[in-house]
Structure formats: C-alpha cells, structure tokens
C-alpha cells in the first residue's frame, strides 16, 4: 500500500476535492438535468437514477435536494417523439426508484404530478418506454399512498383489462397490482368479478414468475370475506385453478409459495368447506411454519398469515401444535436477535392464537422457558410488538395450572407489565390489561407484586380512559384483582376513588363499562359487612346510581351484576336492607317494579341473582324481615317465585326453595 | 397358529435374501450395453439440453449457431443473453460500475430489490479500488456507499469490516481475508448477478445439465449396493468402464 510522501501529497489534495466533491457534484447534477440540451439532461438522469437505484441513503439526499421534481420537470417536457424515448426511459426508471419501498419518495413522486404522465407511457410504442412507465406505476402502487383506483367507473374498467390484456408482462402485473392494491370494498369485488377479472388474473397464473406473483396477491384481495367471489374462483373450470393455487404451496420460489398460501388463507377464512381435506389444511400450516425460516418478507408476512390462519379455529391450532409449531416458533425468537417488527408481531400473535383455547400449547409453550423473551418484547419500542406479546401472555395465562403455580407472578414479569400501563398507544394499553386481568388472579402468593408497583393507581387512571375499551380493560382487571380480596386490598382502591367518579362509570355511556364497573362493585362490597359501607358514601350516591341503572331495564349482563350488588348490600345490616329496599321500591310508583322482569327473564343467572336478593332481604334472623316480606308480597313478587317453583335451572329452583321455605315461616302457607 | 407360520416362512425368506446380498449381482459390459440400448431417447430432449445449457451459461454465438444448425428453440430472447453477458463480463474484468449501470439499463428494480447483490457489488468495487492501489477514494468509498448499508445490516457490517481490513496490511500476502483480492471473487460476484438476472427473467438460474449429472452419480452410488456392473467413471468422456470383478 503506498504510504510514501509523494501519494501524500497527492492523496491530501484528492481529499480536498473529493470531500467537496459530492456535493459539488449533487449540485452539479441538478443544473445538468434542466440543461436544454438533450445529450447532458440523458447524462444527468443517468447519474442519477444509477446513484440512487438500492441506495436508500442516496434516495434521501436527493429527495431532499429536490430532485424528483427536477426529474418530473424532465419527463414533462419530453414529447412522444422517438427520440426522447432515452429521457423517457431514464427518468420514469429514475421515478420509479424513488418509489420503490420508499414511502417519502412515492409521496415525492405523486407531488410532483407526474402520475398522468406516466400513464401515458404505457400507450407509447417503444416497447422499453411502456416498460418503464409500467414499472414505475407498479412501483407506486405497491404504497399504501397510491391514488384510489375508482373501479366502479367503467373507464376505468376498461383501462384495467386493456392492461390486464397486454402481452407484455410489466402491464400485465401493473394490472393485478392496481387490483392487489387499490380493492378494498365488496362492492368493488362483485364489479370487477362481474367484468370477468377472475377469468383474466388466472391466464396469469401460467405465465411468468412475476406475472404468477402478481395474480396470486390480486386473487387474495378480490375473494377477501367474498363468499360470492370464492365461489365463483372455485366454480371456474370446475376448481381447476383452486387446484393450480394449491400446487402453488409447493414452487421452488419462497415468495411463490407465500403468497399461494396466504391466497388460500383467504379463501380459507371465507368459505372454509372447500377444504374438506384434512391434507390440505396441514400441507398449508406446515408449509407457513417452513416459510418462518425465510430470512426476507416473505418470513416476515408468513408469520402474520399464520396468526390469521389459525385465529378461532380449534382444528387447525391443533394441527399446528402437533405440527410442533410452538417449539419451532420459540426456537425462531430465541435464536434471531434481529427480527423484522413485523415477523416478530406475527410469531407472537401466532403463539397467542396457539395459547387462546388448547391447555396443551399454554404448558407446553411456558415448560420452554420463554419468559425472558415476553419481557424483551414487551420493552421493544414497536407498539404492535408489544401489544401481541400482551395478549400472548393474556392467553398462556388462561392456563389455571401454571397461574397458579405462580409462574406470571414474578417481579421480573410484572414490572414491564406496568410499566406498559403508562404507553401511549391504546392498543397496547387494552392488550396488556388483557394480560394483567388473567394474573392478577394468581393466589398462589399473599403478596402482589403488581400492588407493590403502583399498579392499582395507574388501573384507577385508565378506568378514566378517553378510549371506552380500555376503560372497560381497567375495570375488568380492578375487578379480577378486588375478587376474594381482603380489607386491605379493598382500602387501597377505595381510598383513592371518589363516589362521584365511580357513580359515572356504573352510568357510562357504554354498556360493557357498566358492566364491569358494577362486577367491580359487587366485588368489593362482597365479605365482611365493613365493605359495604363504601356504596353509601356521599349520601349513598353509588348505590342510588346503581338502583337507577337497574330501574332503566338494562341488558341481562348489566343487571345480573347489579343484582349482585344488592344482593351483597342486603347481606348486612338491618340499615343496609332496608336501603336496598328503597332502591327496589322508591317514592315515585307506578312503574313496574323491575325484579318482577328479571324473574321472568330468560337468562338463568338473572334470575339467580334477584332470588338471592329476596333470601338476604327475608332471611328470619333480621327484625325488619317480616315488614320487608309483606311488601314483597303484596309487589306480587312472592307470588312469581310460586309460580317459579319448577324452574328449568336447578340453582333457580333451590334458591326458591329456600324463600318459599323463609315464606312459611312468616306464616305462608300456599 | 396359521400367523405365526406366516410370520416364520416370511422370516426365513428374509434370511435366504440376506445370504443373496452378500454375493451382488454381476452384470457384464455386454449385458450393460445392451440394456442401455433398449432406453428410448427423443433427439429434441437433447437438443433442448444442450440449449438450455448454452441459454442459461450464456454462450450467445453457439446458442444462435445452435438454433440455426438443429432448430430448437431457445427458451428465452438470445439478445437478453447478451445483456446479461455483458454484465457478467464487466464483473469478470472488475469493471463493477460499468456493470452496475447495464444491470440498471436491464432492469432497474433488480438491484432495489435485491440488497445483498447490490451490497456485493458495492463491495466488488470496493475491492477493486483497494487493488488499484487507490487508498483514499477506496476509504471515502467504503465511507459513503459502504457504511450505510453496514447500519442497515449486521451481516453487511461483518463484511464490511473485513473488506477495509484489507488496507490495514502494507503486504496483501498477510491478510487473513486476502482471497477477497482473488480474481474468484470477482467470480462469485458474477455468478450472483447473471443468478439475479435470470431470475428477474422468470429463468431458472441453474441449467439442467448438472442436474442430470448428479443423479448420474447418485444413482450409480445406490446401484454399487446391489450389483455389479460398468461404471461412467469420468463424466467428461462418458466411457464405460468394466466392473472391477
């Protein structure tokens, strides 16, 4: 290597220049590109666009500069003529690149209102100007920024299969690209079947890779949740082309094989009875789990493919597991310290999907140590990767043996757990909610470590959420934890509640939140008489909301619970009873009384409820029982429960036993 | 009891089966030759081979000559051969800008789809500037085009490293990764372009010929196990050579 002082002085002044070079040279390129002369412009969008072409860093500094409109400019001052076919070529292929996987560039490029021009391209006769105008097309409308594809004017139509007809390959594709990209709607699904596009995209399926690629990710898009769709694909040529998307699985192109799978996915999701076959269905699962392995995108999506695949379907988790999908999955995450977000979202949600309904993948998946790979991904910075760690803890925590062997309950889990209670993203707010409301009911030790760490004041914020399902999460988990609790754990709670901000939940707008606040509700004043006084704060403002709530004929879950808290409240004293009372029949009469409509509900557990309402009300040991049951009995409500007394629930039909058994002791005797 | 009697006769069979093997069959040249005689081969799946052969490697003139001469069809447009020859050949003589800019003319989304071929081919010419001698626009190179990529990617990173190590040694004979200098590298950068070029032309990047030569092999390989017969020992002639008895 030469280091003598002659190369010194030459490579001190090469320094010189070239580190004022580049940017020399950048500013240069720009004045080149809006030269007149055609030579030096072709020169410049050369330089350009092979600077930029696999150069993300490139496509940044030149965006900033400006040159994508400098380029536009160039394109849109070249005519049809032949020979502006170079400038034509060179900078729709120099577009094209700052479209390419680069979102900042496509919005550059659409700025720069060169998309009409491009179209253009597509009807020039130079076979390579139509390439490169068709290339940049496909290339913008792979973001999710492409202008909207209006398929219902039939114009429009028409250009799609003029393109869709082309024998060149790139129109083809930028034809099932725009279908890929821009059909969203069923409306715009039914138009294009009915134009015969199912007909046109198979005929793709027999070409070239790229045009088979292309037809598979369009075919995916127009059956999506189309059962009219899926069976007109399935109908053509008597599911020849089912068969020929099947075959697909097995290309030796990983891409091939992906979106194959991901098609029959959808049509899977859709319309499940085309795949009576057993083979089928675990030939396309063992073939995701092998696409796992792929180092590029195709990894990536396979992973979120699965998660789709195998959501709510008991069969096909089970397919999975015994495909040994837990360990494999596992074994990705605990070997690839560099994951995409998006592979990462997909593994956990997958393992979640896994772990929502089989008891066997909850233990197989804890007995593999995975702990530690939870809580890195609960602290990845991706909101999306976070929130599908959540809910694959919420579900393995769904497995009663290991929550109660104390395996969610360590410090080292819980401490990210709420700390994640303060993300900005409801998403994963409401996810890990999910996850906290299934440990919290972990018994196996007297200390909580979720309480240790602040974790009922930052539950008792979210409970005051804007978003109405993590509200809803909020009290979900304050109820799971307040279940069974003692004094102690109940003080906490209500030392920093107000009865006002309660009462506005038991009344919010939602009906799940009213349903969870009032489960919360008749927690804690479940147990020993002392907590029943914490509905009687503030005049007894909470158990007068609750009252009303019960008075507007709510929905059966609502009611079930508010019955319960009334239940538990006329468990106490003679004063609690007698407040209970009031609330069953308040001054204002006429209407009619609700428990009458609960007993006559057709839901079991309504029933229940308000039947253990009347036993706490009418049980002997109390003074004021005899008083509260001649009101019950002139409301026509001991009446209803002898008609009841064969009720179709047994639990029903004991309870009543027991008040008719109370009844008698006052001296009923029918 | 009528089971069991099967199982044993089906026992004793195996034994006589087990005696056989040791001793292989024999097959003699003349024996060979004329079971080889009764395969039926069409002359158009030969002419395919060989085109295909010369289509993929890219040998444009024998491929023309070829179709001239027997009238098989190349499966692809011989003038996208010679494209792809062309880049192949700038990697060859370690010309890699050259060949990055016809790569670009050909199909410009293969390298902005393909970040490790274009990340190799930055490399190729990073190389190249080291080999040239030229220090400075070697490092400001590996500064500009090089580092980015190594931020994007670990393994580009690790090769990165390696490369520039190369100008840390006054003498190339010391370096630990002096094969990178070595013309086979400027090879195997070659060969990943005309693979990704192939591919982007929906061809398979790998001809046929091989491929039957392997089965060649390994089917002579399970056949050693049962008998004993003529082997194509070198596959450049195809001669038949007598078993060694």
């Known amino acids: 290597m030469p280091t003598t002082t002659t190369s010194a002085a030459s490579s001190s002044s090469s320094t010189a220049s070239a580190s004022g070079n580049n940017s020399n040279r950048q500013a240069d390129v720009f004045s080149r590109l809006a030269s007149s002369d055609p030579e030096v412009k072709l020169k410049a969008l050369r330089e350009v666009k092979n600077q930029i072409i696999g150069n993300r860093t490139k496509k940044l500094s030149f965006l900033k500069l400006g040159a994508v409109p400098a380029i536009a400019s160039a394109l849109a001052d070249a005519d049809d003529s032949e020979k502006c076919?170079?400038?034509?070529?060179?900078?729709?292929?120099?577009?094209?690149?700052?479209?390419?996987?680069?979102?900042?560039?496509?919005?550059?490029?659409?700025?720069?209102?060169?998309?009409?021009?491009?179209?253009?391209?597509?009807?020039?006769?130079?076979?390579?100007?139509?390439?490169?105008?068709?290339?940049?097309?496909?290339?913008?409308?792979?973001?999710?920024?492409?202008?909207?594809?209006?398929?219902?004017?039939?114009?429009?139509m028409e250009f799609l299969f003029s393109l869709l007809n082309s024998e060149n390959e790139n129109v083809s594709g930028l034809g099932a690209s725009i279908i890929a990209h821009a059909c969203g709607t069923s409306v715009e699904q039914r138009v294009l079947c009915e134009a015969g596009v199912l007909e046109k995209l198979v005929i793709l399926l027999d070409g070239s890779l790229s045009q088979r690629e292309a037809c598979l990710e369009s075919l995916a898009t127009v059956l999506k949740n189309n059962p009219e769709a899926v069976s007109d694909f399935v109908g053509l040529e008597s599911g020849r082309h089912l068969n020929s998307v099947t075959e697909l699985t097995k290309d030796r192109y990983p891409r091939t094989r992906l979106l194959s799978c991901l098609c029959l996915v959808v049509i899977y999701n859709t319309s499940p009875s085309y795949f009576v076959n057993m083979g089928t269905k675990s030939g396309l699962i063992t073939t995701l789990l092998e696409l796992l392995n792929d180092p590029g995108q195709s990894g990536d999506d396979a992973a979120l493919g699965l998660s789709c695949l195998i959501a709510g379907k008991e069969d096909l988790q089970k397919l999975a597991y015994e495909a040994n999908a837990i360990k494999n999955i596992v074994d990705i995450l605990k070997t690839d310290s560099e994951l995409q977000t998006k592979r990462l979202q997909g593994l956990f949600l997958s393992l979640a999907e896994l772990c929502s309904k089989l008891e066997d993948c909850r233990c197989s998946f804890v007995s593999l140590q995975v702990l530690d790979l939870l809580i890195n991904a609960l602290r990845h910075k991706d909101a999306d990767v976070k929130a599908a760690a959540c809910i694959c803890l919420r579900n393995a925590s769904r497995s009663v043996k290991n929550l109660s062997a104390g395996r969610f309950n360590s410090d080292h889990v819980m401490l990210p757990l709420v700390q994640l209670l303060h993300d900005p993203s409801s998403s994963v707010q409401v996810a890990v909610l999910g996850a906290l409301s299934n440990i919290v009911l972990d018994f196996s030790s007297p200390k909580s470590s979720f309480i240790e760490f602040g974790g009922i004041k930052q539950l008792i914020e979210l409970s005051k959420s804007m978003d109405p399902d993590a509200r809803c999460s909020a009290l979900r988990a304050l109820r799971n934890l307040m279940f069974l609790a003692d004094n102690k754990r109940k003080e906490l709670f209500i030392s920093d509640v107000n009865a006002q901000g309660f009462a506005c939940l038991i009344s919010d707008p939602e009906p799940p939140v009213q349903e969870q606040a009032l489960a919360l509700l008749r927690n804690l004043v479940d147990g020993c008489i002392s907590s029943i006084e914490f509905v009687f704060d503030e005049d007894g403002l909470i158990l007068d909301t609750v009252g009303r709530q019960l008075r507007k004929g709510p929905?059966?879950?609502?009611?079930?619970?508010?019955?319960?808290?009334?239940?538990?409240?006329?468990?106490?004293?003679?004063?609690?009873?007698?407040?209970?009372?009031?609330?069953?029949?308040?001054?204002?009469?006429?209407?009619?009384?609700?428990?009458?409509?609960?007993?006559?509900?057709?839901?079991?557990?309504?029933?229940?409820?308000?039947?253990w309402t009347i036993i706490n009300l009418i049980s002997p040991s109390s003074p004021g029982a005899y008083d509260r049951h001649v009101k019950l009995?002139?409301?026509?409500?001991?009446?209803?429960?002898?008609?009841?007394?064969?009720?179709?629930?047994?639990?029903?039909?004991?309870?009543?036993?027991?008040?008719?058994?109370?009844?008698?002791?006052?001296?009923d005797n029918y | 009891m009528?089971?069991?009697?099967?199982?044993?006769?089906?026992?004793?069979?195996?034994?006589?089966?087990?005696?056989?093997?040791?001793?292989?069959?024999?097959?003699?040249?003349?024996?060979?030759?004329?079971?080889?005689?009764?395969?039926?081969?069409?002359?158009?799946?030969?002419?395919?081979l060989v085109m295909n052969f010369l289509v993929t490697e890219g040998y444009v003139e024998a491929a023309e000559k070829f179709q001239r001469e027997s009238g098989t069809k190349p499966e692809i447009d011989l003038a996208t051969i010679t494209d792809r020859m062309a880049v192949k050949k700038a990697v060859q003589n370690g010309n890699v800008e050259d060949a990055i800019e016809k790569v670009n003319d050909l199909n410009p989304e293969i390298l902005d789809t393909n970040p490790e071929l274009f990340f190799h081919l930055q490399q190729q010419r990073l190389i190249e500037l080291i080999r040239q001698g030229r220090t400075e626009e070697a490092l400001e190179f590996a500064q500009e085009e090089l580092a980015p990529r190594g931020e994007e990617n670990q393994a580009f990173l690790e090769e990165l490293e390696k490369t520039v190590a190369l100008l840390v040694f006054e003498d190339a004979s010391t370096c630990p990764v002096k094969e990178l200098l070595d013309i086979s590298h400027r090879l195997k950068t070659a060969s990943e372009v005309n693979a990704a070029i192939l591919t982007s032309q929906s061809h398979e990047k790998d001809p046929k010929l091989p491929s039957l030569l392997k089965m060649l092999i390994w089917a002579q390989n399970q056949l050693d196990e049962k008998?004993?017969?003529?082997?194509?020992?070198?596959?450049?002639?195809?001669?038949?050579?007598?078993?060694?008895?």
């Open chain 2, 2 to 48: 009528s089971l069991f009697r099967i199982f044993v006769n089906q026992l004793e069979e195996d034994d006589e089966d087990m005696s056989q093997a040791t001793s292989k069959k024999v097959i003699t040249r003349e024996e060979w030759e004329k079971k080889l005689n009764a395969v039926k081969l069409r002359k158009e799946d030969m002419n395919t």
């Open chain 2, 227 to 245: 008998a004993v017969y003529p082997h194509i020992n070198d596959l450049s002639t195809g001669q038949l050579e007598d078993p060694s008895v």
């Open chain 1, 555 to 611: 929905q059966a879950h609502m009611a079930i619970q508010g019955m319960y808290v009334l239940t538990n409240v006329a468990s106490g004293t003679e004063l609690h009873k007698e407040a209970v009372m009031q609330q069953l029949f308040p001054q204002a009469t006429g209407s009619e009384n609700f428990m009458l409509k609960f007993l006559q509900s057709d839901e079991s557990q309504l029933r229940s409820a308000t039947v």
């Open chain 1, 633 to 667: 009995r002139s409301a026509g409500i001991i009446p209803q429960l002898k008609n009841m007394v064969n009720d179709a629930c047994l639990d029903v039909k004991i309870r009543i036993k027991t008040v008719l058994g109370q009844s008698m002791s006052f001296g």
């Open chain 1, 85 to 156: 076919n170079n400038i034509l070529v060179q900078s729709a292929a120099a577009l094209g690149s700052f479209a390419c996987g680069f979102e900042a560039g496509v919005q550059a490029v659409l700025d720069a209102g060169v998309f009409p021009r491009l179209l253009r391209l597509l009807t020039n006769p130079d076979e390579k100007v139509v390439d490169a105008g068709a290339r940049s097309l496909r290339m913008i409308f792979q973001s999710n920024q492409a202008p909207k594809y209006d398929f219902l004017q039939e114009k429009n």
